[in-house]
C-alpha cells in the first residue's frame, strides 16, 4: 500500500494515509520504510511528543521549517498568518485555517519542484492547532504531487475521512519466529502460545517484555490478563522501565534530561546535563537512546516509561536544569513550561511568565497552549484573588479552545472562590456560552439573559454583546424554548440606560429588535431602519464578531437591497480578515440572499463553498439556504427529504428557528406544487405565534395564496390583517408589493387588478425575480379566471420563462398548465448540458470569468493552485470548450 502510495505522488497525484495501532505495533518501521522507499521525492517529518501538546504550531512549524525560505511567495494574507504562527514576524491573531490555507500552498508550491512525501508519526500527540491543521491541508490535497503519511495509536478526529489503514499483530507463526529471537533459552511451546495470544502478536512486545526476565519468570510471571491496548503500552513501559533501572544513575539522569526536553534539541540536552555533573563523554544508555544531531529514543514508550516512572523530585530537577539551558531570548514559552514543572509549590515569579507565555501563544493563535499556561498559571498562584482572576481566564480561554469538558471543570472550581462582581457576571456569561454550544436549549437563553443584567453594573459594552447573543439564543430556540424568555430579554435591554453621545450600531440594532417584541413594528421600524444605515458601515472586528445579526434588521423592515449589500460586504470582510471559522455563516446567509434575488446557481455555489468551509473548520449550520433553494427549485423527494430531516434534527437540538424556516420552506414547495392544503397547513404551524418574526413574517404571503386556493377565506383575511401589521410601517417597495400581491387575492374586480399591477410594478423595481414572477403568475391565473385568456397569456408566458431561467420548476410547471388553459402549447423544460457541472466546477469558473487567478480561486475556496487548475479542465470537457476565454459564453448568467 505504501508503495502504490508513493508511485502515485511520483506520477503527480496527491495521496493521504492514516496508519494506526496500538504502541509497539509497528507504525514507525512502516513510516521508515516510505521515507526509504521515497529516496527521489523531497521528505518532510514531523513527530508529536506528549510533553509539547500545549505549545501551539510546533508539530506544523517542524514540518515546514526546510521550506520557510518560500514564505514570501505566498499571497500577503496567508504570509502574514503564516508569519505570525511560527513567530517570524509580529502580527494580529491568526486564524488558524488561514494559517492551513498557507500550510496547503507552501506544499503545493514546494511540489512544483519535486514530489513531495510528508511524514508525520505520533500523530496522537500532535499539538492541537497542528493536527488541525494537517488535517486540513490532507482533506485538500488532490491534484499535487504529495503524499502525506501519518502514523498514530487510534483514528482521530482532526485527521477525519483519510484513507486509513489498521495495522494488526503478527499472524501466529511470524509471532512465534520473532519471540524465538528474543528469548535465548528453550521455552515451552505451550507457554510460547500464550505469549502470543496475550500480546496478540505485537512485535515490539514480543521483542522486549522478555528482556531482563529470567526463564523462570518468564515461563511464570507474563501473564498479561489485560490485554487491552492501555495494559500492554503500560506492560511495555514496565519493560523499558526495567531495562533502564539497570543502569547505572548518571545514565537514568541522562534518559531523564532527554525524556524531559519535547524538541530532541540535542544542544539543549547537552547543556542541561552538563549543569546536573552528568559526565556525557562515555556515557551508555543501553540502547534506549541516541545524542547526535537530534535526540532519539529506541520507542516513544521509553520516553514515557522514563518520564513516568521517574521520581518527582528528579523530575522537578531535571525541568530546572532544562529551563536554565533554554535561552529565554529564543524560546521563553517552552522555558516558562519547563520552570513551572520545576516549582515545588506556589510561585508567583512563574506564574506571570506563563501569563506572558499565554499572551505570545494568544498573539499566535494558539488558544489551547494559552489555555494551558493560564491553567497552570492558576496553580502556582498563591494570592486567593489572582487565583482567581487567573483560573476564570484560563477557563474562558479554554472555552475559546473548544474544550468544553475542561472549561466546565474550570468553572466548577470558580465557587471555590470569592469573586467579585465582574468576575461573577465573567463567569455566568462563560456559562451561557458553553449552554448554546453544547445545545442545553432553555438554559442559554436564560445564563446569557442573567449574564447581561449583572455585566450592565460593570461593562455596558460587554452587556450588550451579551443581550445581542441572549436574542440570537433564544430565537434559535423559538417554539422550542421557555414561553416568555424572548420578551424578557427584550424588557432588559429597554431597561439598559443609555449610550454617552450617539447610539452605534449595536445600540440601535438591541433597542430596534427589543421595541419590536414589547411595542410592536410600527414603533420598532424608525430605530432599526437607523440600526441598518449605521450596520451597513460595521467596523470590521464588529463584523466578525457579532454581524450575523446585523441583517435582522433589513428583513424586518423589508429592504432587499440593504441586506444584499451588507450581506456581500460581510463575506468579503470574513473572507480578507482571514476569520475563515466565521465564514460558513456568512456564505450561507449570502446564499440565502441568492436564492431570494433569484441565482439559485449562485446561492448552490455558495452553498457549496459554505459547506466545504464548514468542514474545514468543524462547523455546524442549519441548512437555512438550501432550505430555499430547495424550495423554490421544487424537487418534491428531494425538498421534503431535506425539511424532515432538517425538522427532526433541529427538534432534538432545540433549534426552533430551524424548524420553522422548515416549515415555511414546506408552504413554498406546495405552493408551487399547487398542493394548497399541504402549503396552507405548513404554514399555520408558522404563523401560529410570533415567537419568529423572520420566517413567521414570510410565511404569511404563503398562507394568504393558499387559504384563498382552498376556499379558507377567514385564515386568509385573518393571515392578511397581520401581514398588512408587519409590511405597512416598513413602507418599502417589497413591503408595499407583497402587500398589494396578498391583498389583490382576497379583491375582485377591477380592484384586484389594479392591486397586481402594483404589486408587479413594485417587484419590478426590485432584485427579487422570484416574486416578481410570482406576481405575474398569480394575476395570469385571476386574468384566466376572469375570462380574458388573451391579457392572461403575456403574463402566464413571462411567469413561466422567469421561472424557467431560475430554475423554479415547480411554479414553472404551474405556469405552464395555466398557459395551457389558456389554449397555448409549453414544452417542458428540458435539462440543460450545464447542469452536470457540480457546485464546485460552477462556482470555480464563475470566479475564473471574473478574472481571478487560479491561486486567487484557490485561496477563496481553500483548494491549491493546481487543484484549481484541474477542476477547470473538467469543466472545459463538460462544457465543450478550450480555454477561460470561451466561459463567459458557456456558463447561465
Known amino acids: 500500500m505504501l508503495d502504490d502510495l508513493i508511485d502515485a505522488v511520483r506520477a503527480g497525484e496527491s495521496r493521504t494515509l492514516l496508519i494506526h495501532g496500538e504502541a509497539g505495533i509497528g507504525k514507525s518501521a512502516l513510516l521508515g520504510h516510505a521515507t526509504e522507499s521515497g529516496a527521489d521525492c523531497r521528505r518532510l517529518r514531523a513527530g508529536g511528543v506528549e510533553s509539547e501538546m500545549e505549545l501551539p504550531f510546533a508539530s506544523v512549524h517542524q514540518l515546514c521549517a526546510p521550506l520557510l525560505d518560500g514564505v514570501d511567495h505566498l499571497p500577503p494574507p496567508q504570509r502574514e498568518a503564516l508569519g505570525t504562527a511560527f513567530g517570524l514576524a509580529a502580527g494580529p491573531t491568526p486564524d488558524r485555517f488561514l494559517v492551513g490555507l498557507a500550510v496547503l500552498t507552501l506544499l503545493s508550491e514546494a511540489s512544483e519542484q519535486r514530489p513531495l512525501l510528508c511524514v508525520v508519526d505520533d500523530a496522537q500527540w500532535l499539538d492541537r492547532v497542528s493536527a488541525a491543521i494537517l488535517g486540513f491541508v490532507a482533506r485538500r490535497l488532490l491534484a499535487e504531487p504529495i503524499g502525506m503519511i501519518f502514523a498514530a495509536r487510534g483514528p482521530m478526529d482532526d485527521l477525519r475521512g483519510l484513507p486509513e489503514l489498521q495495522l494488526l499483530g503478527l499472524a501466529n507463526g511470524d509471532a512465534r519466529a520473532l519471540l524465538r529471537t528474543a528469548v535465548l533459552s528453550p521455552v515451552d511451546a505451550r507457554i510460547q502460545d500464550r505469549v502470543v495470544a496475550e500480546t496478540r502478536g505485537n512485535p515490539l512486545a514480543l521483542l522486549e517484555l522478555p528482556r531482563g526476565l529470567s526463564t523462570t519468570q518468564f515461563a511464570g510471571g507474563l501473564g498479561l490478563a489485560d490485554a487491552s491496548h492501555h495494559a500492554l503500552a503500560a506492560r511495555l513501559e514496565e519493560s523499558f522501565q526495567r531495562r533502564s533501572e539497570a543502569l547505572p544513575a548518571p545514565a537514568r539522569l541522562l534518559l531523564l534530561v532527554a525524556a524531559a526536553e519535547p524538541v530532541g534539541d540535542a544542544v539543549v540536552v547537552w547543556r542541561a546535563a552538563e549543569d546536573l555533573g552528568i559526565d556525557t563523554a562515555t556515557m551508555d544508555t543501553g540502547g534506549l537512546l541516541t545524542i547526535a544531531q537530534a535526540v532519539r529514543f529506541r520507542h516513544p514508550l521509553v520516553r514515557s516509561a522514563i518520564y513516568r516512572s521517574a521520581p518527582v523530585e528528579d523530575r522537578r530537577l531535571v525541568h530546572l536544569a532544562l529551563a536554565e539551558a533554554t535561552d529565554q531570548s529564543l524560546d521563553p514559552d517552552r522555558r516558562a513550561w519547563h520552570l513551572a514543572a520545576a516549582a515545588a509549590a506556589p510561585d508567583e515569579a512563574v506564574a506571570r511568565e506563563l501569563e506572558r507565555s499565554a499572551g505570545r501563544a494568544m498573539a499566535r493563535g494558539g488558544v489551547a497552549a494559552a489555555a494551558a499556561f493560564l491553567q497552570r498559571a492558576s496553580a502556582l498562584t498563591a494570592d486567593p484573588d489572582r487565583r482567581a482572576e487567573r483560573a476564570l481566564a484560563a477557563a474562558e480561554i479554554t472555552f475559546q479552545a473548544g474544550e468544553l469538558d475542561t472549561a466546565q471543570r474550570l468553572l466548577a472550581t470558580l465557587d471555590l472562590y470569592e469573586l467579585d462582581g465582574l468576575q461573577a457576571a465573567r463567569a455566568a456569561l462563560l456559562r451561557g456560552h ?117 441583517p435582522m434588521a433589513n428583513h424586518v423592515i423589508w429592504d432587499a437591497d440593504g441586506a444584499t449589500a451588507i450581506y456581500e460586504r460581510q463575506a468579503k470582510i470574513v473572507r480578507d480578515v482571514g476569520a475563515l471559522a466565521e465564514l460558513p455563516v456568512y456564505l450561507s446567509s449570502l446564499a440565502l440572499d441568492k436564492a431570494w434575488s433569484g441565482d439559485l446557481s449562485g446561492a448552490r455555489t455558495l452553498i457549496a463553498e459554505s459547506e466545504a468551509a464548514a468542514a474545514a473548520t468543524g462547523s455546524q449550520l442549519p441548512p437555512f439556504a438550501e432550505l430555499r433553494v430547495a424550495a423554490l427549485q421544487g424537487d418534491e423527494p428531494a425538498a421534503v427529504a431535506l425539511i424532515e430531516n432538517t425538522i427532526k434534527r433541529a427538534g432534538e437540538g432545540g433549534q426552533g428557528l430551524a424548524v420553522t424556516t422548515s416549515r415555511w420552506a414546506a408552504s413554498v414547495l406546495y405552493n408551487g406544487l399547487g398542493r394548497y392544503e399541504e402549503a396552507r397547513s405548513a404554514a399555520l404551524q408558522v404563523t401560529a405565534t410570533d415567537a419568529d418574526p423572520y420566517p413567521g413574517m414570510w410565511a404569511l404571503p404563503e398562507l394568504v395564496e393558499a387559504a384563498t386556493r382552498v376556499g379558507r377565506l377567514e385564515d386568509a383575511r385573518v393571515a392578511f390583517d397581520r401581514l398588512d401589521e408587519v409590511t405597512e410601517p416598513a413602507n418599502t417597495e417589497w413591503a408595499r408589493a407583497i402587500a398589494s400581491r396578498s391583498r389583490a387575492l382576497l379583491s375582485e374586480g377591477e380592484s384586484a387588478h389594479l392591486l397586481y399591477q402594483d404589486a408587479i410594478e413594485r417587484f419590478g423595481r426590485t432584485r427579487l425575480r422570484p416574486e416578481l414572477a410570482r406576481a405575474e403568475l398569480l394575476y395570469g391565473e385571476w386574468l384566466r379566471r376572469e375570462g380574458r385568456r388573451r391579457d392572461a397569456r403575456g403574463h402566464l408566458r413571462t411567469a413561466h420563462d422567469t421561472f424557467a431561467e431560475i430554475g423554479m420548476n415547480a411554479f414553472a410547471e404551474r405556469a405552464r398548465r395555466e398557459l395551457v388553459a389558456t389554449g397555448e402549447t409549453v414544452r417542458r423544460r428540458s435539462p440543460d448540458a450545464r447542469d452536470d457541472l457540480t457546485p464546485q466546477e460552477i462556482q470555480i469558473a464563475r470566479l475564473a470569468c471574473e478574472g481571478l487567478s487560479n491561486p486567487a480561486i484557490g485561496a477563496q475556496l481553500f483548494l491549491s493552485a493546481r487543484t484549481v487548475e484541474w477542476h477547470l479542465r473538467k469543466v472545459y470537457a463538460k462544457l465543450g470548450i478550450a480555454s477561460r476565454r470561451e466561459l463567459s459564453q458557456a456558463l447561465p448568467g
Open 434 to 550: 458553553v449552554a448554546v454550544v453544547l445545545g442545553y436549549g432553555d438554559d442559554a437563553p436564560l445564563l446569557l439573559l442573567d449574564a447581561a443584567r449583572q455585566l450592565a453594573t460593570f461593562d455596558l459594552e460587554l452587556a450588550r454583546a451579551a443581550y445581542l447573543t441572549a436574542y440570537g439564543s433564544a430565537m434559535s430556540a423559538a417554539h422550542l424554548g421557555p414561553a416568555g424568555v424572548l420578551l424578557e430579554i427584550c424588557r432588559a435591554i429597554e431597561d439598559l440606560p443609555p449610550p454617552h453621545g450617539a447610539p452605534d450600531a449595536k445600540t440601535l440594532l438591541l433597542d430596534g429588535l427589543a421595541r419590536m417584541h414589547t411595542h410592536g413594528r410600527a414603533v420598532a421600524i424608525p430605530v432599526l431602519q437607523r440600526a441598518a444605515t449605521a450596520t451597513a458601515q460595521l467596523p470590521e472586528e464588529d463584523v466578525v464578531r457579532w454581524g450575523w445579526l446585523a
